[in-house]
């Protein structure tokens, strides 16, 4: 399989490093991601034991609060070199402006100083809200120091378009995230933080959507995060394991 498939964890499982790297590792993951809390000599040796490697480290939230934002980057570009993560995952509560666009930069900086770039999400909920916008804080950014990152729920659930997809060069694209979703019933904030499904359980085409990368060579990374209030309930290498075998079908 050349796509690599990974695992963002869920930031509400009752679980330490070991437990998420054996969980990971047993359900055939080759990546994890990891919270920057996490981020310490002792987990990047359990990860490595696990023959596991750390893809992405959370999450960069950019504010109009410049200082605490570079604050933030200069923590997690520190947790990025602990774990020599490739991205770290970046959130937006300020749009991109004329003044937001050098905070940005600078913070793409620190990050590349540390050997990890930025992952641009874009959200429906959010300042930066398709693919094509967060084109565009990847190009403020500065070459080679950005990319986006495609989340199926954001992409299916927001504005962007299938043209947005076929359009983006497969080098702007960090890595993806990869889920499935119902039917809605509550609110965007209910729905993406607690109703998400296992790839294939949902209404979203997932077919279409990997099947339109794959057929431009997409060979990238795909990282399962499905936050589910019910799918908490399982023991975490079920989870993982269902998440794994549920994923892995649409990308061979």
């Not at 300020?94 to 666009?101: C, D, S, V």
Request: hydrophobic share 50%; charged share 20%.
């Amino acid at each position: 399989m050349a796509v690599e498939i990974a695992l963002t964890p869920d930031s509400r499982w009752d679980i330490d490093v070991p437990g998420l790297a054996a969980a990971a590792a047993g359900a055939g993951f080759t990546s994890v991601g990891m919270a920057a809390g996490n981020a310490t000599a002792a987990a990047a040796k359990t990860l490595d034991a696990a023959g596991l490697r750390c893809h992405e480290v959370l999450a960069l939230l950019v504010s109009e609060d410049a200082e605490e934002t570079l604050a933030q980057a200069a923590r997690l570009a520190e947790a990025a070199a602990v774990l020599g993560a490739r991205w770290v995952l970046a959130g937006f509560r300020a749009k991109l402006t004329a003044q937001t666009a050098p905070l940005i930069r600078r913070c793409a900086q620190t990050l590349a100083e540390a050997g990890a770039g930025l992952a641009v999400e874009f959200s429906p909920m959010g300042f930066v809200g398709t693919i094509s916008e967060a084109r565009d804080v990847v190009a403020a950014a500065g070459a080679g120091q950005a990319g986006v990152l495609i989340d199926t729920w954001h992409f299916f659930r927001g504005k962007s378009t299938w043209e947005e997809l076929a359009a983006i060069p497969l080098a702007e694209i960090a890595y993806l995230q990869f889920d499935d979703a119902p039917p809605p019933v509550g609110s965007g904030i209910s729905e993406t933080m607690h109703r998400r499904v296992m790839p294939g359980d949902g209404e979203l085409d997932l077919e279409r959507f990997a099947s339109a990368l794959l057929e431009r060579g997409f060979d990238g990374l795909v990282s399962v995060e499905v936050l589910s209030a019910e799918l908490r309930q399982l023991p975490v290498p079920e989870f993982c394991r269902r998440a794994y075998e549920s994923t892995a079908r649409f990308w061979r």
